[in-house]
């Protein structure tokens, strides 16, 4: 079955309604944009998506990476993606032009991988964390380190790898044990292992950056003890060339059970005399710095979970309205045609709850990368500290939401296709697995309640959770006197009036019990994630009922249409489930913190 990668209706509407994109080109970093350069970027990237990533997705998922001893192998296709990658110039599209960049707007930029995390996620992978740490390289390094190795990353020479987990150190990152041993000539020598990095080894790039979390010998205990490093895997001689091998050796590939052509690796760091490492940065200020990559692949798990998500909805519904299956239980003539099994209430159902989950995560991780965009470009300093504090603040939610709401879509897909669904002759299995890593992904949905409850809803005397109620409420307001949008907007009123309820109640308990109070904090991410997201479904309401008004009839009726229908279920079937959540979390029920370890 032929299946198109992202809806190019869904992803105008959501760049050029939902948010207004083209009003970039007014700033003057874009002023050399239009409209035009903006789709033609959009249309390249789903071309190099459907010849170059979409061609062995599957292949890739059947054939893993293997390791002989001394060489990573990746199959042969996958080394085409990076090229084509690399070369349309979207490892740099985000770049200023003085350093080889397209100057284009962040939003541009994560639209168009997101063609190629729905055409391939574990191809996509090795650019998309290239981006990230190349971006932490140009922010925080010297000048001197970024002349050794930033043009190789932005041209595809090199790709880079994020190094944080080690085997006995999961998301406990103060307790990290590589360490970094200063010398005579400025370099650091690093002593360790990491584990579960993602393309910490391929033969697809002449070398490879690890950017890597150590401490140095006497530096104080817990996280403000860590520093960060440049090790290449490969040292490079004065023209940025690969010279001799750095004493970084591959212990083995993990095998996954998704992402399986995305290379999962443990790495030595110094079994001989120690791995030569460039401090990035001040002594023991890593952490800060890596969270600028962390923060970004936290949106970039989002985002790609929620395509993934769209994947298996777009497929399961074209397969839907092409499977005759059974008749109508009104119908009792046994000879007459079947029905597709679109028609069946059930199948409905599922295809909707899919479509719900799915565009509401496509949305909110699209506007969190306007955020960011704003964050950097805005006009005023005010507009771009209001967009900094309300994505700081959001971030664990786009990346928890989706990763659970968006693989519970990729379930449904599944049974959608009924016995074909788990078979490997259809995609959405693979969609499933794949979507499965993004809830561990750059930390599990646990560690992303403790933040939000425990340090990003308090930060700055409420100030960014202040923000966003201010912004709901402007969005309430614009829906109120809507017939269509009354009962939405009131709904959201009051559930916003709850989460507040819920949230100073949550902080009494914290000032109480700190253990106890954070105790249910995954449920007050997932309440909380819930209303972030029917907020973001009235937003696309107001601008489908405005649409449907002057839109003639026929595909544009029934895309507003659909979207207005799909925002009335979210109100009605899912937002009606957080009073449940509401009621334990407000009377901090104690079941799950109360049970004992010897009662398993």
């Known amino acids: 079955m032929a299946h198109q990668l992202l809806s190019e209706r869904e992803i105008n509407f959501l760049l050029y309604e939902f ?51 001394k060489t990573v192998s990746v ?88 190094a944080l987990t080690e085997p006995d150190q999961g998301s406990a990152l103060s307790d990290i044990r590589t360490s970094a041993t200063p010398t005579e000539d400025g370099t650091y020598r690093i002593h360790g ?55 970084v050796k591959l212990a083995g590939l993990l095998h996954k059970m998704g992402y399986r052509n995305t290379t999962s690796t443990v790495l030595n760091f110094g079994e001989e005399e120690g791995a030569i490492g460039y401090l990035i940065g001040e002594p023991h200020c890593g952490l800060k710095y890596m969270f600028q990559m962390m923060n970004e692949a936290r949106i970039s798990v989002g985002a790609g979970a929620s395509v993934l998500g ?6 399961s519904l074209d397969y839907a309205k092409g499977r005759p299956q059974g008749r109508l239980p009104s119908n009792r003539d046994p000879e007459s045609k079947q029905v597709p099994i679109v028609q069946h209430a059930d199948v409905r159902r599922m295809l909707l709850i899919q479509k719900a989950y799915a565009e509401g995560g496509l949305c909110l991780s699209i ?50 296709l009924g ?15 794949d ?43 614009q829906a109120r006197d809507k017939p269509k949008l009354e009962s939405m907007a009131k709904a959201l009123e009051k559930a916003l009036e709850k989460l507040d309820e819920t949230s100073f109640a949550l902080f009494n308990q914290l000032q109480e019990d700190v253990d106890r109070g954070l105790g249910n904090a995954t449920l007050y991410l997932d309440l909380f994630g819930c209303i972030v997201v029917a907020w973001m479904w009235l937003k696309q309401a107001i601008i489908a009922e405005k649409a449907l008004e002057t839109v003639p009839d026929g595909d544009a009726q029934d895309y507003y249409q659909g979207k207005l229908h799909t925002a009335k279920y979210y109100f009605e079937w899912e937002l009606p489930k957080t009073d449940t959540a509401i009621a334990l979390l407000k009377s901090g029920n104690p079941i799950p913190f109360d049970m004992q370890e010897n009662w398993f």
């Open 75 to 162: 199959i042969e296709e996958t080394k085409a993606s990076w090229n084509a990658f690399a070369e349309a110039g979207f490892l740099a599209a985000h770049c200023d032009a003085e350093e080889g960049g397209l100057q284009l707007p962040e939003v541009i930029l994560r639209t168009a991988l997101a063609y190629m995390a729905a055409a391939n996620i574990a191809s996509a992978s090795y650019p998309f964390l290239t981006i990230g740490a190349a971006n932490l390289v140009r922010t925080f390094a010297s000048d001197s380190l970024k002349e050794k190795f930033l043009a190789q990353m932005l041209d595809g020479r090199s790709a880079g790898t994020m």
């Open 419 to 433: 016995g074909s669904g788990y078979i490997r002759e259809y995609p959405v299995e693979q969609m499933y697995r």
């Open 19 to 69: 948010l207004d994109t083209e009003a970039l080109i007014k700033r003057p970093r874009y002023s050399d944009h239009s409209r035009e350069i903006f789709d033609a970027t959009l249309n390249t990237a789903h071309t190099i998506a459907e010849k170059f990533f979409a061609n062995h997705n599957a292949k890739g998922d059947a054939n893993e990476p293997s390791f002989d001893g």
């Open 435 to 477: 979507n499965r890593l993004n809830a561990i992904h750059e930390g599990t949905e646990g560690i992303h309640a403790l933040d939000l409850l425990g340090r990003k809803v308090p930060a700055k005397n409420l100030a960014g959770y202040q923000l966003l109620q201010a912004e709901i409420r402007n969005t309430v307001m």
């Open 310 to 315: 769209y994947q298996g909805y777009t497929y």
């Open 193 to 247: 292992q990491k584990m579960y990095i993602s393309g910490g080894d391929q033969n697809l790039t002449d070398n490879i950056v690890h950017l890597v979390l150590a401490k140095i010998k006497g530096a104080p205990a817990g996280v403000r003890g860590i520093s960060l490093f440049l090790v290449p895997k490969y040292l490079v001689d004065e023209s940025g060339r690969p010279a001799e091998r750095n004493d």
């Open 367 to 416: 506007f969190a990368t306007s955020l960011y965009e704003d964050e950097q470009t805005a006009a005023t300093k005010e507009q771009r500290h209001h967009a900094a504090t309300l994505l700081d603040l959001l971030t664990p939610v786009v990346k928890s939401w989706p990763s659970k709401y968006c693989l519970k879509a990729n379930e449904l897909a599944i049974q959608v």
